[in-house]
């Protein structure tokens, strides 16, 4: 375990997490926003990159089967879930998958129901294609997320035509039961919609917690539902634009296949077709001591705010590596704390507003780095929170 306290410098690497505010907020402020991981990928995938640099050809990619392969023995494997071949289509990344479901399943004006705080790109594929968004609140019990069931009758329209899951839940880390994924297929078929499941951090559970992929549920679900998913939070790849959709039902499938032709979207990332099929079926080892280190430090964050800073109360989670953290009590409005973490504390998180107006009161914090950054953060804004 000890690669993961190394401290590797990013910047100077065209790195969106560390590069994009060193000019505005300077190479000294801790960077625990975007989420990515500090951590080098498994060295299996180092490897096959540089298999495929060292040969020197970057030409167009075609997906082997072998990548096929993988994808369906990982699912089977880690999410007890059978898939088929065909089922699978590549897309660049979730949110440019996301887009394109959106365009080709609803017009512009139809509705579209989101569990508030969200993730903003699922948010942004609905508002910047014209289309409605219809936000559902989670509620808080216990210190733990829930859907809102009876909030989403209340809000339910005629134009509503898609259910937007996240799953394993961003920002939050809920990963959400059997019974829950049951009931929302069971409101989708009363009101007929369909369901775009992002499960981009569907490796990344905690071990009393199972992933279950949404199409797994039923046959209903599977007839209804598209699960987006990728190797990229899972191995810390995600600057290697790829994903894949899952749809089982065949004539979604064929419609989103056409939609992909008409945006050209056909071969696919040549980094990303060498390094999927080494991920799944070389580096779980690596994915099951990731998580361990980061639920280490999930669990040391918890016990420095309990003991040192009670007036920020972590969330309950059973997943992610993203820490969602209650600040209310401190009863400081959002911008003021954000100025007191860049300017005083030095560390910049994501504000809860970032993810909707129900956000707010919250930050989110990334726990994918050496313990070392989250002793520096807890240690630094300690000192001006009492």
Not at 54 to 64: D, E, M, Q
Request: contains cysteine; negative net charge; hydrophobic residues 35%.
């Amino acid at each position: 375990m000890n690669s993961y306290d190394e401290i590797i410098n990013r910047f100077g690497t065209n790195c969106a997490k560390w590069d994009e505010h060193k000019d505005e907020l300077g190479e000294d402020i801790l960077q625990l926003a975007v989420a990515d991981m500090d951590f080098r990928s498994p060295k299996e995938i180092i490897n096959k990159m540089l298999d495929v640099v060292n040969h020197g050809v970057f030409g167009y990619t075609i997906l082997p089967e072998t990548y096929y392969k993988s994808t369906l023995d990982w699912y089977e494997k880690r999410h007890s879930y059978t898939i088929k071949k065909d089922w699978i289509l590549y897309s660049p990344r979730v949110g440019i998958g996301a887009k394109i479901i959106v365009q080709e399943l609803t017009d512009v004006g139809d509705d579209i129901i989101v569990n508030t705080p969200a993730y903003p790109t699922l948010t942004e594929v609905i508002l910047k294609n014209n289309r409605n968004l219809i936000e559902s609140p989670l509620i808080l019990k216990n210190n733990r997320y829930e859907i809102d069931f009876e909030n989403l009758e209340k809000v339910i329209t005629e134009k509503t035509k898609i259910f937007m899951l996240c799953n394993p839940h961003n920002p939050t880390g809920r990963v959400f039961t059997r019974e829950e994924l049951l009931k929302i297929v069971e409101f989708c078929k009363k009101y007929d919609l369909y369901i775009i499941s992002d499960e981009i951090h569907c490796d990344l559970t905690f071990p009393s917690k199972k992933h279950i992929p949404i199409c797994s549920v039923s046959k209903e679900a599977e007839g209804r539902s598209i699960i987006c998913s990728s190797i990229t939070k899972t191995f810390n790849v995600p600057g290697v634009i790829t994903s894949n959709l899952i749809i089982p039902n065949k004539e979604i499938r064929e419609k989103i296949l056409i939609a992909f032709d008409k945006a050209v979207i056909h071969n696919p990332n040549i980094f990303g077709a060498a390094i999927t099929e080494v991920a799944y079926n070389d580096c779980e080892y690596w994915l099951n001591d990731t998580m361990e280190y980061i639920i280490e430090n999930r669990n040391y964050l918890k016990k420095y705010l309990e003991k040192y800073i009670p007036k920020l109360k972590l969330i309950d989670a059973e997943g992610t590596y993203l820490a969602w953290i209650d600040f209310k009590e401190t009863n400081i409005e959002d911008a003021d704390l954000r100025k007191l973490f860049i300017e005083k504390a030095r560390v910049n998180v994501y504000m809860g507003s970032h993810f909707g107006e129900v956000g707010k009161g919250y930050i989110r914090v990334n726990l994918a780095t050496p313990r070392k950054n989250i002793e520096t953060f807890l240690n630094n804004i300690e000192k001006h929170l009492k």
